[in-house]
């Protein structure tokens, strides 16, 4: 099986170097790869002590952040190493200041795995949520690197639980410890012969959690919204904006609308205010307007989504309507506003709860998003009463960090 798994990985390494030429997402993903050892040479030495945190993309790269800051606090002087497998999450985070390097991870070929830890020489690893990798892990071991699942989750369809799956479940041995979500993840593992697993919860908690005590206010948000009741749209797709559009061009109230899409493609980006026949102005035409004097305000960037959440009194959070599924819901929840979101949410167990709890409301058709939007815009207790249920949940699930880091008995 190391055999079909190692030239699966040249196999693919080949496929997107030729799909780079017609795709520049997997461009940036091959491009970016090609100077990683170089840049760990420059920036750690081999008496540098470090700490490697690997992140599958931007969700779980914000999910670690908690402890990634909080190992830092605690080993001041150890260097930080976080990488990134998808450009998405690491063009984002490329130039944070609390980690030493940001590099894509190479590809998981055994060499690529050596001279990586080499480079990095990491006194503790930790992988968020997921992304096993079977060479990376497999080389830990041979070096008795403490490695750690943190946040992990993990579900029965998954090839670890599969009568195929003795390759895969051989590179859960690498981990020292799992920290996981829920109980059905603990189980599962358990099912294995995995007894080294605790629930920690998830740390995305502790992440929202902490933005309440920073200062998220936008002068520019609060001159478009003008003291007038606002609906926030976030992570919005091309099938979430198709009934969006449609209750924002029919709605006879005095609202204001900020949609804050997905992808911010000029082309999209333009074809989206095209179809929107209320006043719209575009966060890049914003300056010199009275941007009081508009009803709908498109985020054309990113970065700020999390601030504008602070500002709704009503949150539509997209990506219900794909596969996997609903984006972050977690933000908006945390300010205490109430969410609506499409009915692919299954697969995210704070999604599930909050609807369960009635803290949020799934919809899936155009009759139930006008129904749910209507709901929340006429009944102002019940606009209160949800949004106290979604920011008690967060609050109340608060906590995974000092579990792991409790846990975590080191001397470093």
Known sequence: MSVFYALLIFIASQILKLASFFSPKIKLFV??????FQILKD???TTDRTLWFHAASLGEYEQGLPVIEAMKIKYPQHKIVVTFFSPSGFEVRKNNTIAT???YLPLDSKSNAKQFLDLVHPDLVFFIKYEFWSNYLAELKSRNIKTYLISGIFRENQHFFKWYGTFFRKALQSFDYFFVQNETSKGLLHKLGFSNAKISGDTRFDRV???LERDNSLY??????NNKTTIVIGSSW???ETFLVNFINNSSEDIKFIIAPHNIKSEQIQELKKSISKKTVLFSEKENQDLAQFDVFIIDTIGILTKIYSYADIAYVGGG?????????????TFGVPIIIGPNYSHFAEA???VQQQGGLSISNQNELNDSFNLLLHNEDERLEKGHICATFVQMNKGATDVILNHINTNL
């Open 238 to 240: 091309p099938k979430d």
């Open 220 to 225: 520019f948000i609060e001159q478009f919204i």
């Open 209 to 211: 959690s902490a933005i």
């Open 43 to 45: 920036k750690i030495s």
């Open 321 to 333: 309507f794909g596969n996997p599924g609903v984006h972050n819901i977690l933000e908006p929840a």
């Open 352 to 354: 599930t709860a909050l």
């Open 31 to 36: 491009d970016g790869r090609k100077s990683v």
């Open 101 to 103: 390097s940001t590099v």
